[in-house]
T-cell receptor, first 113, second 113 residues
């Protein structure tokens, strides 16, 4: 199993550009999450999904969108990139059930200039 | 507002010493308290987790101590090794929240040889 994979590993965007961060998991997990990590701030939840076709906002959703058309894929879309979106983005997945472990991908480092 | 407060921000410990990281929370509905370990350039990985019905959990050199009345929990790393140098995050979630984790800000641990 590859676990949770994310692409790209690193990207530089210009202000106003758009991009999609890709996330795929091969563990057949129902739950998937997108977090952003900023220095000294821990991880903040952007969006999450509890199954194909079902998504909901997390703590910091502004400027982002998601979709979940399959169990495996959970892409994160940035529209009109802003410098405040410079961060490291992590995707995670988890099996359904109480207190199951969240498995994280390797992250995507995004720089908006 | 940080729902889980973590301290210290960083610590340096000699090889063989004990590392102690503390976390405090406000929401009494939290019922799952994991600790994640993150190495540079990698995603966080679950290290150890505890539920509030126990006061301590030990796995190898890692121990969680939990104080429900004080709403605090801590991670102890015994016989710290250079390979333990990483950033550690405490987190909390409640059973009704689809596994959403509230993370602390993180503690960077450096173990000197």
């Amino acid at each position: 199993n590859a676990g949770v994979t994310q692409t790209p590993k690193f990207r530089i965007l210009k202000i106003g550009q758009s991009m999609t961060l890709q996330c795929t998991q091969d563990m057949n997990h129902n739950y998937m999450y997108w977090y952003r990590q900023d220095p000294g701030m821990g991880l903040k939840l952007i969006y999450y999904s509890v199954g194909a076709g079902i998504t909901d906002k997390g703590e910091v959703p502004n400027g982002y969108n998601v979709s979940r058309s399959t169990t495996e894929d959970f892409p994160l879309r940035l529209e009109l990139a802003a410098p405040s979106q410079t961060s490291v983005y992590f995707c995670a997945s988890r099996a359904q059930g109480a207190q199951e472990t969240q498995y994280f991908g390797p992250g995507t480092r995004l720089l908006v200039l | 507002q940080q729902q889980v407060k973590q301290s210290p921000q960083s610590l340096i410990v000699q090889k063989g010493g004990i590392s102690i990281i503390n976390c405090a929370y406000e929401n009494t509905a939290f019922d799952y308290f994991p600790w994640y370990q993150q190495f540079p350039g990698k995603g966080p990985a679950l290290l150890i987790a505890i539920r509030p019905d126990v006061s301590e959990k030990k796995e190898g050199r890692f121990t969680i101590s939990f104080n429900k009345s004080a709403k605090q929990f801590s991670l102890h790393i015994m016989d710290s090794q250079p390979g333990d140098s990483a950033t550690y995050f405490c987190a909390a979630s409640k059973g009704s929240s689809w596994g959403k984790l509230q993370f602390g800000a993180g503690t960077q641990v450096v173990v000197t040889p």
